[in-house]
């Protein structure tokens, strides 16, 4: 691995990182995340005409929605795990490929069967938005990481905001076949900004691909899924839907325990159940819950007629327009979350969105009335949403080790959608059972209407809830580390003095990147008298005693180093002329710098050790003394 020098590297110990073609990464990342959130939403001007349009049953129509929903859900962990193996580009290519042949195939169909298959193709593609997200941790610069990875997040809610009046559009003036050839340019035009934009990340994670868990996870899923969306035509207490539910929890609990047996899992469920990762998927969730129903019910507001004493009478392209500062609203808060969780951490820009949430949905129960009220209620729930979904990566990311980013990401999207599944079957449901009869149909009621925006409501409250519980800011200093903490300094910290070319520290097959509100270790070396040590050099090493990082100090003595995941860690300072140190630490993967000082003494003493804080007298690990700056030992080596 290259080394790096002093002058290669910022104040704060991490060099300077400058990858190939850094400034079109986020653009066109984010764009292929748009391209693909298009594809939710894409036939929503439509959906009530698709039983005529494919000559079928309304029933059996909704499949058309349905097949995407579960082909997404399924894609989206399997594809994350794999590009973690074998290259998130690679992945995120072939995810956008498989899209384009869906379109096509949908394009030049009115079969319902075929129609399906090429819809869940479309769906496929949901694997690019977490793929992305991992890509952008992998390949940017620290300092834009934060706001970058905030839009990749928010295209999932984008480009279904978007999509809508542009739909309805193409939907009003052309054959409708023209929704899927358009979407199938889209993808094409993706795929050659990624080519020419993105680079393929050197990140790998060690293994192999589960395809049995894979498997599991794809049954339970869809046994889970099914019922959920197709409930409302099948009968809530119907044996099918019953029977489904409970084969989903039978095929997920077998699943969960082939999971924890497996040396290479497609997910991580021990690190998925650390309370930072749990409570983050759990709220994200029931903000996909909160997010679908605005959508669901202002189009449907917007569009009925006046004559109803209720319904806002507007074109299907007004009603999408009225509908599109909602995804506006979400792009445009990308740089705002990097600043807020800069300062404050992901934890709270997820409190603060989510407050917002509540707010808009709040005040849109009396904001019904005019089609400038449904645009007032977009702006506010965009902005919320916006945040929390922002804030959602940050959280995760910050939890994990890097070489499970993709995986990570994953998961947490599927909650996402697994939220909106929710949403829709639920509202569904509620706007269905409290219609009312106009013009010699049934249309959904402002009672049902207001219902919708309550159990959104209610939805946020939950998450807000859930979001309180995660690991807040601590006051800066050095934790108290877990138990096992000490044996981390055990064993050889080998290749002292190498660093990543790109600014991150690389060990053991992974690579971490600061990233902003994402915490680490961070601190100065000094010599007894208080005054910063020129030249010295600071290593992370693991419990299993591994480097897991590595930076050199700049003319203040500050360094910082993002470890790999939350957990015990020794830090262990070497300069020439000094004894090394070495203290323990913990860090909790929850956006918070650990601050950690460490005092070089006399030359000549061998390693030093600095106890936890709070710690009884004579409790510090008992470390055998090494060499200055060479390897540290445990005994008998």
């Given at each position: 691995m290259p080394q790096t020098t002093p002058t290669d590297q910022h104040a704060g110990g991490l060099p300077d990182p400058r990858p190939r073609k850094a400034g079109g990464i986020v653009p066109v990342l984010a764009f292929a995340g748009i391209t693909v959130a298009v594809m939710q939403t894409l036939l929503v001007?439509?959906?009530?005409?698709?039983?005529?349009?494919?000559?079928?049953?309304?029933?059996?129509?909704?499949?058309?929605?349905?097949?995407?929903?579960?082909?997404?859900?399924?894609?989206?962990?399997?594809?994350?795990?794999?590009?973690?193996?074998?290259?998130?580009?690679?992945?995120?290519?072939?995810?956008?490929?498989v899209m384009v042949i869906g379109s096509l195939i949908c394009g030049v169909t009115d079969d319902l069967v075929i129609m399906i298959v090429g819809r869940a193709l479309q769906g496929f593609a949901m694997g690019a938005i977490p793929l992305g997200i991992g890509i952008m941790r992998d390949e940017l610069p620290r300092e834009k990481l934060g706001s970058a990875m905030a839009l990749m997040s928010s295209s999932i809610g984008v480009g279904g905001g978007l999509a809508m009046p542009a739909a309805a559009l193409i939907a009003q003036n052309a054959d409708w076949h023209a929704l899927f050839f358009a979407a199938a340019g889209l993808g094409a035009l993706s795929i050659l900004l990624t080519v020419l934009f993105v680079p393929e990340s050197s990140v790998r994670a060690p293994g192999t691909?589960?395809?049995?868990?894979?498997?599991?996870?794809?049954?339970?899923?869809?046994?889970?899924?099914?019922?959920?969306?197709?409930?409302?035509?099948?009968?809530?207490?119907?044996?099918?839907?019953?029977?489904?539910?409970?084969?989903?929890?039978?095929?997920?609990?077998?699943?969960?325990?082939?999971?924890?047996?497996?040396?290479?899992?497609?997910?991580?469920?021990?690190?998925?159940?650390?309370?930072?990762?749990?409570?983050?998927?759990?709220?994200?969730?029931?903000?996909?819950?909160a997010f679908y129903a605005v959508t669901l019910v202002l189009p449907q507001l917007l569009q009925l007629p006046a004559s109803t004493g209720y319904g806002l009478g507007q074109s299907m392209v007004v009603a999408g327009l009225c509908v599109a500062p909602l995804?506006?609203?979400?792009?445009?808060?990308?740089?705002?979350?990097?600043?807020?969780?800069?300062?404050?951490?992901?934890?709270?820009?997820?409190?603060?969105?989510?407050?917002?949430?509540?707010?808009?949905?709040?005040?849109?129960?009396?904001?019904?009335?005019?089609?400038?009220?449904?645009?007032?209620?977009?702006?506010?729930?965009?902005?919320?949403?916006?945040?929390?979904?922002?804030?959602?990566?940050?959280?995760?990311?910050?939890?994990?080790?890097?070489?499970e980013t993709g995986a990570a990401n994953g998961l947490n999207t599927l909650m996402r959608s697994i939220g909106t599944s929710m949403s829709s079957a639920v509202i569904g449901m509620v706007l269905a059972h409290t219609s009312v009869p106009a013009g010699g149909v049934a249309v959904p009621s402002m009672h049902g209407f207001r219902i919708s925006f309550v159990i959104a409501t209610g939805a946020v409250v939950i998450g807000l809830v859930l979001a309180l519980f995660l690991p807040g800011r601590r006051p800066a200093g050095l934790q108290e580390p877990a138990a096992g903490a000490e044996e981390a300094a055990y064993g050889t910290a080998a290749a002292y003095g190498t660093t990543g070319a790109y600014g991150t520290a690389e060990t053991a097959g992974h690579r971490a990147t600061l990233v902003a509100g994402s915490g680490g270790f961070t601190g100065r070396?000094?010599?007894?008298?208080?005054?910063?040590?020129?030249?010295?050099?600071?290593?992370?090493?693991d419990r299993r005693g591994r480097q897991a990082g590595r930076g050199t100090v700049d003319a203040e003595g500050r360094y910082t180093l993002l470890p790999p995941g939350a957990g015990p860690y020794v830090l262990a300072a070497t300069a020439p002329g000094h004894a090394s140190h070495a203290r323990p630490a913990e860090y909790r993967g929850d956006g918070v710098p650990v601050t950690v000082d460490l005092v070089l003494d006399r030359p000549g003493a061998g390693l030093t050790v600095g106890a936890a804080p709070d710690a009884a007298p004579g409790s510090a690990p008992d470390l055998v003394p090494a060499r200055p700056y060479g390897t540290m030992e445990s005994p008998g080596t």
């Open positions: 001007p439509v959906i009530k005409d698709l039983p005529a349009l494919l000559h079928t049953a309304p029933a059996n129509a909704t499949w058309v929605m349905t097949a995407t929903l579960l082909a997404g859900a399924v894609a989206t962990p399997i594809m994350g795990r794999l590009g973690d193996l074998f290259g998130k580009r690679r992945l995120l290519l072939t995810s956008l490929a691909f589960d395809w049995l868990g894979a498997i599991g996870l794809s049954a339970g899923l869809v046994s889970l899924l099914l019922p959920v969306t197709k409930g409302s035509d099948w009968g809530w207490t119907s044996g099918t839907t019953l029977g489904l539910f409970g084969l989903a929890v039978v095929i997920l609990l077998l699943w969960g325990l082939m999971e924890l047996r497996s040396a290479a899992p497609l997910v991580d469920l021990r690190t998925s159940a650390r309370r930072e990762v749990l409570l983050t998927n759990l709220a994200s969730i029931m903000i996909g819950v995804g506006l609203t979400m792009m445009l808060t990308a740089p705002l979350y990097a600043r807020i969780s800069a300062r404050r951490g992901p934890k709270v820009t997820l409190i603060i969105g989510m407050l917002i949430m509540a707010v808009g949905y709040g005040a849109g129960l009396g904001l019904m009335s005019a089609a400038w009220q449904t645009i007032v209620i977009s702006v506010v729930l965009g902005a919320g949403i916006g945040l929390a979904y922002s804030s959602l990566p940050a959280l995760i990311i910050g939890a994990v080790d890097a070489s070396v000094l010599d007894g008298a208080g005054a910063p040590v020129a030249r010295a050099n600071v290593t992370l090493i």
